[in-house]
Every structure is written in structure tokens, then in C-alpha cells.
């Protein structure tokens, strides 16, 4: 059987990179990515969407593959001139190529048009080869329940503070993602869910990634409609995590660090969970009841293992 409209749901990095095995792995098919829209920030006026951009650049060859976000070539003028203004936040790196991408996408959000549609208008200039939509249109913003350090009382704070700032080592007691309650998935991101004859979950954060997306009302219900199957890939390979930090992130939900732990989280679609498919690592054995589990290499070390694990994904929807 080959697949004709895959739908992929993806954070940042890991995501992005997944992505590039899926497209190699079934180049005939139509993809579709869902991608979470809770790490975007507004920054000295501009809107900025970090794992859009991470997976339009990764996708359309223009990330910095080293750093795994932003601009390959990358230059860093405008951030030195706002620091040396004293302009705050000066933990987080806007390149000067990057900064061309936040002044279109904000001038066209500012215009009255829809994140879905700003997407479609940037990806046009650099042909991912898949269909990128954002989960919602809605603003969506994930912030981190900390204990103060100078009053001892907890404190949200935006989840790139936390992330990149604190490089996330506050202990954090809750994700808060504000604004959920009223979005809607994007334009397309049903249509997508009901056209599917595989939906694959990409080895992304569960919690502020994957989780993120699925919290967006009516989305979770689009997605256990779906016809197709649904198989998911562990982010978490010989019990640690591959990149990122969902270590700090999954025990703030009481989620085990392990293959199974977050297997167990999603849970088996015939028991109201998500999962028809597991992949897991060869070293991370999981009993996941309900889950179709498969040992198969997870590590995306070069863009052949990359592509054996989408194709074994893609396996793991024929049944
Ligand atoms: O660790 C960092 N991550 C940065 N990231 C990565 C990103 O914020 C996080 O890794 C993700 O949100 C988590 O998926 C950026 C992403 C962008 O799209 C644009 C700018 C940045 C800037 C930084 C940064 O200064 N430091």
C-alpha cells in the first residue's frame, strides 16, 4: 500500500528533522504537518513562531543545522545594535536573516491576515515540499509555572523564558497554555485528519509540543476520527531524551522519562487513547497495553537512518 496524504504532528527540531525522513520516504505522497504554535512570542514587535520557522527552514534548506533553529549563514548586527541600547530581552538571538522572516510574518498579522495564511506566504518561498499549518490560528502561548526565587511564590513566565533563559532548569509545577480555551484548529488541519491514510506523531516534546497541539479544542477529536492509523515515535531513546529537555518537562505531568512512560501517556487508541503504533529504540523494550509496539534504530544520525525511521513509521499504519 502506498501512501497518499500523510499527516505529521511536530514541534521544533526533532520534529522538523523527522519530517525530512517522511518526505524521502514516500516523495509520491501528500504531507501535511501540524505544527505547534505554543513556543511563539512576541519580541521587540515582532511575532515570532519558532518551530514553524524551524521546520520551513529545515525543510527548505535554509536552517543552521549545527544549532538545529534559525538561519544557516546567519549574521548578528541588529542584535548586537539592541544590545547595545540595553534593549531587553537580550537572552534571545534574533539573526538578521531570521529578522526579515518575524517583519513579514508580523506586518501580515498586523494586516488582518491569519497565521495559516502568513505560513502559506513564507513557506512559498521556500517549498518545504509538505503543506505546513500552524495547529491554530488562535494566539496560543505556553508559560511555566515557577517558584520565584526572591518571594518564593509561584510565578508563570513564558515558556521561551523558561526555556531559553533558564535553559528550563526552574523547577517548573504546570504548563499554563494561554489562550487555549479559545482557539480552534487551523483551516485545513481537520480536512487533513479526515483525508489521512497514515498520521504519524513526530519524536517532539510530548508535553509542550505535541501536547500543546492536542490541547487545542476539537483537535483531538479530529484526530481519533481519522480513518488512517496512527503511530507515534518515542522521543526518548535508552531512557534519556535524544535533544531538548523533555526530561524537565515530563515529570511536571508525572510522566515516566521512558519509551514506555510516554507510550503509556498517549496511550492505546482502543482504550480512548491516541496510539495504534509505538516505535521505540532497540534498547528500550516498552509494554504498552493496546500498542502495536515496534523495536526499530530511532536515532536520526544521517538522512538514511532519518528516512528508515519514517519508513518504518509508515510501516507501522499499514498494520
Ligand atoms: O536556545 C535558544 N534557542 C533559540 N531559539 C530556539 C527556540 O526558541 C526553542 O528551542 C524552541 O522554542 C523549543 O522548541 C530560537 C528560535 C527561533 O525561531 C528564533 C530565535 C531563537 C533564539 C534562540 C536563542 O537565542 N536561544
Known amino acids: 500500500m502506498r501512501f497518499v496524504q500523510i499527516v505529521v504532528l511536530a514541534g521544533g527540531t526533532g ?36 518551530d514553524l520557522d524551524t521546520v520551513v527552514y529545515t525543510l527548505g534548506g535554509g536552517i543552521d543545522e549545527e544549532r538545529g533553529w534559525g538561519r544557516a549563514g546567519e549574521s548578528w ?29 508580523t506586518r501580515m498579522l498586523d494586516a488582518g491576515y491569519p ?82 491514510d497514515a498520521v504519524l506523531l513526530a519524536p517532539s516534546n510530548p508535553v509542550v509540543s505535541i501536547g500543546t497541539i492536542l490541547g487545542v479544542p476539537d483537535l483531538r477529536e479530529a484526530l481519533l476520527a481519522t480513518p488512517a492509523r496512527i503511530a507515534g515515535v518515542s522521543p526518548i531513546v535508552g531512557g534519556a531524551v535524544v535533544r531538548g529537555m523533555a526530561d524537565r518537562c515530563l515529570p511536571v505531568l508525572g510522566i515516566e522519562v ?14 480512548g487513547g491516541l496510539l495504534d503504533a509505538w516505535l521505540v529504540a532497540p534498547e528500550d523494550p516498552a509494554d504498552v497495553p493496546g500498542v502495536d509496539v515496534r523495536q526499530v534504530p530511532l536515532l536520526m544520525s544521517d538522512p538514511e537512518a532519518t528516512t528508515a525511521l519514517a519508513r518504518a513509521a509508515l510501516d507501522a499504519c499499514r498494520g
Open 258 to 271: 521512558s519509551a514506555e512512560g510516554v507510550g503509556r501517556h498517549y496511550g492505546a487508541r482502543s482504550d
Open 77 to 105: 548586527t541588529v542584535k548586537e545594535e539592541l544590545a547595545a541600547y540595553g534593549a531587553d530581552p537580550d537572552w534571545f538571538g534574533l539573526g538578521d536573516r531570521d529578522l526579515a522572516t518575524h517583519l513579514i510574518r
Open 115 to 196: 497565521l495559516s495564511a502568513v505560513t502559506a506566504a513564507l513557506a512559498d518561498r521556500w517549498q518545504p515540499g509538505v503543506t505546513v499549518l500552524p495547529m491554530s490560528d488562535q494566539r496560543v502561548e505556553t508559560h511555566v509555572v515557577v517558584s520565584d526565587p526572591e518571594t518564593d511564590r509561584p510565578r508563570a513566565i513564558h515558556f521561551q523564558e523558561w526555556w531559553v533563559r533558564h535553559r528550563a532548569a526552574l523547577e517548573a509545577s504546570a504548563f499554563v497554555q494561554v489562550g487555549v480555551d479559545a482557539a480552534r484548529p487551523a483551516p485545513g488541519v481537520a480536512e487533513a485528519f479526515a483525508a489521512a
Open 15 to 50: 520534529g522538523a528533522r523527522f519530517l525530512r525522513g517522511v518526505r524521502a520516504a514516500a516523495p509520491d505522497a501528500e504531507i501535511t504537518v501540524v505544527v505547534n504554535t505554543g513556543d511563539d512570542v512576541t519580541l521587540h514587535g515582532l511575532r515570532i513562531c519558532p
